[in-house]
C-alpha cells in the first residue's frame, strides 16, 4: 500500500487527464482539493465519476491547523487559474511560488499543466 502526500499543481486546461489518472488507479487515496475560485471543474468531474474528496483551506494547511495524513496516500489538489496559460511568466511564478509554499508539506509532486509552447521552463 502506498502512503504519503503527493502534492499536485493542476492547470483546469488539461484536469480530464489527472480525473482519468485518478479513476484509473485502483489503489486506496485520500483526495484533498484546497479551496479557491479554479476548483470547480475539477469538482464536477470528480463528482461524475464518484470519486471523493474533501476541501480544505490552503491558509489552514499553512498555519497547521488542517494537518495531511502522510501514513496513508493523500493526494493534494491545487488548482490554478486558467487564464494563466496567456501570462507565461505569471504562469511560471505562480507555479514556483504554489511549489514552494506546498514543499514542506508534501513529499513529492505532480504538475498537471500544458505549458502551451513555453517548453524552455526551468522550474526548480
Not at 480530464?16 to 475560485?37: A, F, G, Q, T
Not at 499553512?62 to 511568466?89: A, V, W
Not at 505562480?94 to 513529499?107: L, Q, R, W
Amino acid at each position: 500500500m502506498t502512503h504519503g502526500i503527493l502534492g499536485l499543481i493542476v492547470c483546469p486546461m488539461v484536469d480530464d487527464n489527472l480525473i482519468y489518472s485518478l479513476s484509473k488507479d485502483p489503489e486506496e487515496k485520500n483526495i484533498l482539493i484546497v479551496d479557491n475560485e479554479h476548483n470547480g471543474s475539477v469538482r464536477r468531474k470528480l463528482d461524475k465519476e464518484n470519486i471523493g474528496y474533501e476541501i480544505i483551506k490552503w491558509d489552514d494547511i499553512l498555519n497547521g491547523t488542517f494537518q495531511l495524513d502522510g501514513s496513508r496516500f493523500t493526494i493534494l489538489i491545487y488548482m490554478i487559474n486558467l487564464g494563466l496559460h496567456s501570462r507565461p511568466e505569471e504562469l511560471k511564478s505562480t507555479v514556483e511560488d504554489i511549489a514552494k509554499e506546498m514543499n514542506p508539506f508534501v513529499d513529492g509532486f505532480g504538475f498537471y499543466l500544458g505549458t502551451c509552447g513555453n517548453y524552455e521552463w526551468n522550474i526548480p
